[in-house]
């Protein structure tokens, strides 16, 4: 950064407080949602190295702030929530940048990271008056794991244990659930409950929720999303130590009994864990972006694709932001104004079938999608990839020139040049889901020679921030 940027940077300490800056947009604040390994940590990433490398210019052409030349540097500064665990840009740019290149860590908690925004005013009647101008973005990450319990907040533990038993009667679930099931089979509900009981109970229903979520089964709603990533500061907690039933006890049943103790530590989940996380943080957000990788949908079959598909608009149905939405019930409402909906690793597919992925993921939401709308809330759907680890290119087979992509494969050591397949535009009926239709491959990260000086290798991240930042400028 020139010293020019440094003195900008260095003369900008007015403490007017949160609500002015929010109020003359010199503050927004961004959430990045999504599933389980949506790439919500990649995304981060490579969305804090594109601003912090802005003034080079030439990777960011849809960002108009940066194409028009009045970008004049971003910094990191100091998060305002200290209690916060500061979300490791260094880490994380340091995997993807080594020797070999690795992909960053997913989330396994909350974490938070500020950039100061220098640019120059558009605004006619200020830029002949203050025409330097700062914004501070918070960005706040967390695991999607945590999104699946905000629907908890609507349902008892009888209501919520009876759609658990229902989801359970279809493959695979019901072949991955059998030993948790047995236990349960063979226990008293209406008995005096028991530490052992209960933390055998739990860590089985535990146990079947990673099973879910392994990659052959690819599995997303996964609920409490405390049990497969409780933070360090839950492990073991008796908070933790509970689990759906099968089987309903008839009232009345005893206040010290098994079913009695479950019903309790559910009610105390949602009240101590669920609702507080929820008011603390997401009261504040103003901008949405929502991940998720549809191409892993693909891979696993329907199953796969009805459970993600069935996760992301349980979670936006939550997010309702009218007078009759959930959050305003509980919170007073949001004050989110935007939406970005992104499928990720759109460099996994190629060129001509971006739109097909952007299209296919619209069909996922539309209801999500079309209630926001009517709420007032700008909404988008993009294909991007936060870091393109794949090249285009072309083939020749029986005589005809194919589009295809090349790249090294996660368990290869050399690239590779393949045709993955086309993506179709409608959900294809459940027979038609044969094994092997889809083989979307993933992908090492791009050896990068010189990334300090420039920005990562995208597809698109310029287009996700002018939607979600540009107005602001």
């Avoid at 605004?123 to 330097?132: F, R, T």
């Avoid at 973005?137 to 967390?142: G, L, Q, S």
Wanted: glycine content about 6%.
């Amino acid at each position: 950064m020139n010293d020019k940027t440094s003195s900008h940077f260095s003369s900008s300490s007015k403490p007017l407080g949160e609500t002015f800056n929010r109020t003359f947009d010199r503050q927004v604040k961004l959430a990045v949602t999504g599933l389980s390994r949506s790439g919500k940590t990649v995304f981060i990433t490579s969305l804090v190295h594109q601003l912090l490398h802005g003034l080079e210019g030439t990777h960011l052409p849809f960002f108009q702030i940066v194409s028009s030349g009045r970008l004049r540097g971003t910094k990191p500064m100091p998060q305002p929530d200290m209690h916060i665990p500061s979300f490791r840009y260094d880490r994380a740019i340091e995997q993807l940048c080594g020797d070999p290149p690795t992909w960053p860590q997913q989330t396994n908690g909350i974490s938070e990271i500020r950039l100061a925004i220098r640019y120059l005013s558009n605004n006619p009647l200020l830029k002949h008056i203050s025409p330097i101008k700062t914004l501070c973005v918070d960005i706040v990450d967390y695991p999607g794991e945590w999104l699946l319990d905000l629907p908890l907040l609507e349902l008892s533990y009888e209501e919520w244990s009876e759609q658990i038993a229902s989801a359970c009667e279809k493959e695979p679930r019901l072949s991955l659930s059998s030993e948790w099931r047995a236990f349960l089979e063979n226990i008293d509900l209406t008995s005096e409950a028991n530490e052992a009981t209960l933390r055998r109970a739990s860590q089985l229903y535990t146990d079947f929720l990673h099973c879910c979520k392994e990659p052959q089964y690819g599995l997303s709603l996964l609920q409490p999303g405390r049990f497969t990533m409780p933070g360090d500061d839950l492990k073991g907690a008796p908070l933790l130590e509970f689990c759906p039933l099968f089987e309903i006890p008839e009232s009345p049943y005893p206040e010290n009994s098994l079913y009695a103790e479950m019903k309790k530590r559910y009610d105390y989940y949602k009240e101590h864990l669920v609702k507080k996380f929820y008011k603390e943080h997401f009261s504040s957000f103003d901008r949405q972006i929502v991940l998720a990788d549809v191409l892993k949908a693909f891979n696993t079959g329907y199953a796969s694709f009805v459970d993600m598909r069935d996760a992301l608009n349980m979670v936006l149905k939550s997010f309702q932001y009218g007078k009759t939405g959930l959050f305003n019930k509980l919170f007073g409402g949001l004050k989110i104004d935007k939406i970005l909906f992104a499928t990720t690793k759109a460099d996994h597919v190629t060129p001509n079938q971006l739109p097909n992925l952007e299209r296919f993921l619209q069909n996922m939401l539309a209801s999500s999608q079309n209630n926001a709308t009517f709420e007032g809330v700008r909404t988008e759907t993009l294909a991007l990839a936060a870091v393109k680890c794949t090249q285009a290119a072309y083939t020749t087979f029986q005589g005809q020139k194919i589009s295809c992509i090349k790249g090294v494969p996660i368990k290869l050591d050399k690239p590779v040049a393949l045709f993955p397949g086309e993506v179709p535009l409608e959900v294809p009926m459940p027979e038609e889901w044969v094994e092997g239709r889809f083989q979307f491959m993933e992908f090492k990260p791009p050896r990068l020679a010189n990334v300090h000086g420039s920005g990562l290798p995208h597809i698109r991240l310029d287009h996700a921030l002018e939607f979600l930042l540009g107005d602001k400028f």
